[in-house]
């Protein structure tokens, strides 16, 4: 008789392979469930590891200020595979002891970076193992699981078998020819082995529907559209164990002690565990949204939701595809010794001057390289010198020694019907009434871009509106007014006020990219936290003939520079031998 744990001996009831999708509603206060990949533990994390979590997290972020609601940020690691069971053995340790000690180098790491995850799972616990177990029984349950020989190529770093044409020939470091992964460049070797398979061609037809209806359901689009051309092919049936001879780190099939699940069914899984599967999954499926790298895209686009379909559960809301990062154009691989360790790259950059380069220059449609010249010179100029330099000019003593928000003057700042009926009386030019139609539309640009995973472009527009701000600032030189006299004072005030909203703005906006560095600028400006969120994104309420909170209210205590400048690797070198620049 077959073994089940206890729970799982009632079956979910069967559901046809090509039923739609359920729509939820995207109003106030739904549920939000946003997980990255669980990384594999066979190395430290990387730069492209730290990438993927901060995509999540400034989504998560962003999601928890735009809208109330309970919402989850799921993360951790992948812990069993034929890799780690070698890794293990060439460094003389066991699974257990490797998998340990790596998956909390990603936690740590990820605490240090800030990001807010609610939940960091791992393979290796009993939990998963449980919901592995149940995922298992439930597809069998459904006759959609079947014993077979499989033959083909099988390439250990990627844990999955490769077609004939997923395949080439190169020569290996001592020049003899050898067989690797086209797409990974990995090496790959002929197996032959029984395993269970499960029936992926049956879910063809559902998949191909599932997407014609959900346009949206992968973004951006190029990785939609790379979907829908693997679907016009043929899909074959999918292995989804190994002989338990070659692989005995991982859970054993239920009632069949020669096999173990395959590395990725497990793996997927973990989605479920975090939400509660096989008992309280409900509250929170399928308001999934996966963050992946183009690399799993396969696993997550097409074996994920065939998986989901075939146990009577909807496929993940929406599938968020990243591209990865080179170092002065070439991959990253342990092989050229060019892997980024993001540790240093805190070190040397801080925190959120990283997290802002990472997300600022990363575009998910295509892979983005990294320097570090770029970062300094890209850090240096939006957030030391653009935001910083700002916030530093309209603070100083020397400009508003009162330490207070200053008075808009509406006689000043005239509200104009599209620049045109501004009486002569008034001090703003028609650069300025761009400016507060600029910042008046910003939160809901930056919303847009968020929602549409364009976070880099939603800090292009906002760095836009930080230029725009000190343009403003520069072209009306307010150290040059004299507060002696009345009218000079009051148009003063309102330049000051007007600046000083601006980077409230700016400030609420940038709190999911960079969490530090705002809560800094927020707190100068004497904004509290409970002033903080989306619905606070009332920007110069006065221009309109509104009351402002802010306006009189003193500024919070001077903290000293807001973002400090990077130093270039030129000088630092000079400074290190003793030598002034």
Not at 56 to 68: I, S
Request: hydrophobic share 35%; charged share 25%; glycine share 6%.
């Amino acid at each position: 008789m077959r073994w089940l744990p206890a729970r799982c001996l009632l079956r979910p009831p069967r559901r046809p392979l090509a039923a739609p999708p359920r729509r939820r509603s995207s109003g106030p206060g739904r549920r939000w469930l946003l997980t990255t990949p669980i990384f594999y533990v066979n190395g430290p994390p990387h730069i492209g590891h730290l990438y993927s979590a901060l995509l999540a997290d400034a989504l998560h972020r962003h999601r928890g200020l735009l809208r109330p609601g309970p919402g989850r940020l799921a993360t951790g690691t992948d812990e069993h595979g034929l890799k780690i069971q070698q890794a293990a053995a060439a460094a003389g340790t066991s699974p257990p002891e490797l998998c340990a000690q790596v998956s909390g180098l990603f936690r740590d790491l990820f605490c240090r970076a800030a990001v807010s995850f609610t939940d960091f799972i791992r393979t290796t616990e009993p939990r998963h193992r449980r919901a592995v177990q149940c995922f298992w029984a439930a597809l069998q349950d459904r006759g959609l699981l079947y014993k077979g020989f499989y033959e083909g190529w099988y390439c250990t770093p990627d844990e999955c078998f490769l077609t004939q044409a997923q395949i080439t020939e190169r020569p290996d470091a001592q020049g003899r020819p050898c067989k690797v992964s086209l797409e990974s460049g990995h090496q790959v070797h002929w197996t032959k082995e029984e395993n269970y398979m499960f029936k992926l061609s049956e879910f063809q037809e559902p998949l191909q529907k599932w997407l014609q209806g959900n346009r949206h359901v992968i973004s951006p689009e190029p990785f939609y559209q790379v979907v829908r051309r693997w679907l016009e092919e043929d899909l074959p049936d999918l292995s989804v164990s190994r002989e338990r001879s070659r692989l005995q780190w991982g859970i054993p099939v239920p009632g069949d002690s020669t096999q173990t699940i395959y590395v990725w069914v497990d793996a997927l899984v973990n989605y479920l565990t975090v939400a509660g599967y096989p008992d309280a999954h409900h509250a929170w499926w399928p308001t999934a949204h996966h963050v992946v790298g183009k690399d799993i895209l396969k696993f997550h686009a097409i074996y994920w939701p065939a998986l989901l379909m075939a146990v009577g559960l909807d496929p993940p809301e929406q599938i968020c595809v990243h591209s990865h990062w080179t170092v002065h154009g070439q991959k990253m691989s342990k092989s050229l010794g060019n892997v980024v360790d993001p540790v240093a790259c805190f070190k040397q950059y801080t925190v959120d001057g990283f997290r802002y380069f990472l997300l600022r220059q990363g575009v998910p449609e295509r892979d983005c390289d990294y320097y570090e010249e770029k970062v300094i010179k890209l850090v240096n100029s939006e957030l030391a010198d653009a935001l910083g330099g700002l916030l530093n000019r309209c603070t100083a003593s020397s400009i508003n020694p009162s330490g207070i928000y200053p008075h808009f003057s509406e006689s000043c700042f005239r509200k104009g019907s599209d620049h045109v009926d501004v009486e002569p009386s008034g001090r703003a030019l028609a650069e300025d009434y761009e400016l507060v139609a600029s910042v008046d539309h910003l939160p809901l640009q930056v919303t847009d871009y968020f929602e549409h995973f364009q976070i880099y472009k939603a800090l292009e527009s906002i760095v836009a509106c930080v230029r725009q701000t000190n343009g403003f600032f520069q072209r009306h030189a307010p150290w040059k007014l004299c507060r002696d006299n009345p009218a000079e004072k009051c148009w003063l005030d309102t330049v000051l006020h007007v600046t000083l909203e601006c980077l409230r703005i700016y400030g609420i906006l940038l709190q999911p990219v960079i969490p530090a560095t705002a809560d800094k600028l927020l707190s100068r400006l004497a904004v509290k936290p409970e002033e903080r969120t989306f619905t606070d994104l009332t920007f110069l309420p006065r221009y309109h003939g509104k009351p402002s909170p802010f306006e009189g209210r003193r500024l919070g205590p001077d903290m000293g520079t807001l973002f400090p400048r990077l130093e270039t690797p030129g000088r630092r070198q000079m400074e290190t031998k003793g030598l002034r620049p």
